[in-house]
């Protein structure tokens, strides 16, 4: 079956420590995205890539990083520059048409806390 | 600016019954979707219902309808018929044109609550 893997399900994160966060698609998506849910809230954009070897910017970038080796694969890292990372992250990966209306298609998440 | 409103942060529908949850939306495109979202209590985000700016007829998916008003930017997700299992945080979202790569802009969320 296609979808998107996300891991660990559960991260602790030391202070002045960096986190990575795994998502993988076996989709064929062109396009990756890392979203953020703090609660009671809707999603935010962090990071996205349309294409391999690029990546842009989203609404809340300061403080991670993102790379794009294999199309398959969005790993972000959450820096220790990040003051407050306690929070859901939900990786999504789409299609680049823009007339398409497939819907993004969502791994189960990432819940990361602070020890 | 906030690009996707969701007004009602929690409702309550008796099982069986239909409920309206709200959303309006701001742009300046003319060419957008919109989508509605269902989050459970587990964290996944499962995709619900679809509706172009382009298209005439309301989208329809089974239980869910949207009842697009385009004149008045809203997009309001209609379930009927209500089942235990429809309780969950609802979310509404947005894709304009080429904005962040086709990325979705979201509202904040109505927290639904279907009773016995």
């Known amino acids: 079956d296609g979808g998107i893997t996300q891991s660990p399900k559960y991260l602790f994160r030391k202070e002045g420590q960096n986190v990575t966060l795994s998502c993988e698609q076996n989709l064929n998506h062109d396009a990756m995205y890392w979203y953020r849910q703090d609660p009671g809230q809707g999603l935010r954009l962090i990071y996205y890539s349309q294409i391999v070897n690029d990546f842009q910017k989203g609404d809340i970038a300061e403080g991670y990083s993102v790379s794009r080796e294999k199309k398959e694969s969005f790993p972000l890292t959450v820096t220790s520059a990040q003051k407050n990372p306690t929070a859901f992250y939900l990786c999504?990966?789409?299609?680049?048409?823009?007339?398409?209306?497939?819907?993004?298609?969502f791994g189960d998440g990432t819940r990361l806390s602070i020890l | 600016a906030q690009k996707i409103t969701q007004t009602q942060p929690g409702m309550f529908v008796q099982e069986k019954e239909a409920v309206t949850l709200d959303c309006t939306y701001d742009?300046?495109?003319?060419?957008?979707?919109l989508f509605w979202y269902k989050q459970p209590s587990s964290g996944e985000m499962i995709f619900l219902i679809y509706q172009g700016s382009y298209d005439e007829q309301n989208a329809t998916e089974g239980r869910y309808s949207l009842n697009f008003q385009k004149a008045r930017k809203s997009a309001n997700l209609v379930i009927s018929a209500s089942q235990l299992g429809d309780s969950a945080m609802y979310f509404c979202?947005?894709?304009?044109?080429?904005?962040?790569?086709?990325?979705?802009?979201f509202g904040k969320g109505t927290s639904l609550l279907v009773t016995p």
């Open positions: 742009t300046s495109d003319q060419s957008y979707g």
């Open positions: 979202a947005m894709r304009e044109g080429t904005h962040s790569g086709y990325a979705l802009n």
């Open positions: 999504a990966s789409s299609t680049q048409d823009r007339g398409a209306r497939q819907p993004q298609h």
